[in-house]
């Protein structure tokens, strides 16, 4: 029994993973500057959610750079082992897995969640910190595949941990308390 008390099965999901579910299933990760974005179809009670952590690929060309690790050799909009680490990729090849479902991107709820600027930095050019980006590159990727978003918690300065009903595509989300300096040990 979970620790929601129910036999769904918790999964967890790393920087750079997928994860979808025709069961139910509850998919926890812990996100700081990376973003996780969540596509659920109500018809069929299927959900996904993906956990990028650079905003996009720069292999467009044989997709994560080492064809022999590519499914498609067709560019990004083939699946490799990497696709996942990658904002962009993660999006389109998460609507690729929902239309092999005869899903249509019409029919999905997307939320978006992280991308917080946690590690302090001297650059005052927040467009150049890296969960800035990562957010900018999902907002700019749900809009281009004419995607409703329907909620977002993202920026910020402080991680969340989430976690996902792939069965409900009801979010669970916990914000983390960044640690003050002072209390931080020194290493």
Known sequence: MSKYGTDIPIVYIGPGEMHISEKPVIVSTVLGSCVSVTMFNKR????????????????????CGNPQKCIFKSGCSGICEESFRYVDCSIVNMLKRFQSLGIESKELDIKLFGGANVIATENKNSSLIVGTQNVKQALYSIESES??????????REGRKIQFFTH???????????IPARYRKQI
């Open 44 to 63: 069929s009670n299927i959900g996904a959610i993906c956990h990028g952590f650079l905003p996009r690929c720069k292999c467009k060309d044989n997709c």
């Open 147 to 156: 995607l409703s978003l329907l909620v977002s918690d993202v920026g910020g």
């Open 168 to 178: 409900t595509g009801d979010i669970l989300l916990k914000r983390l308390r960044r």
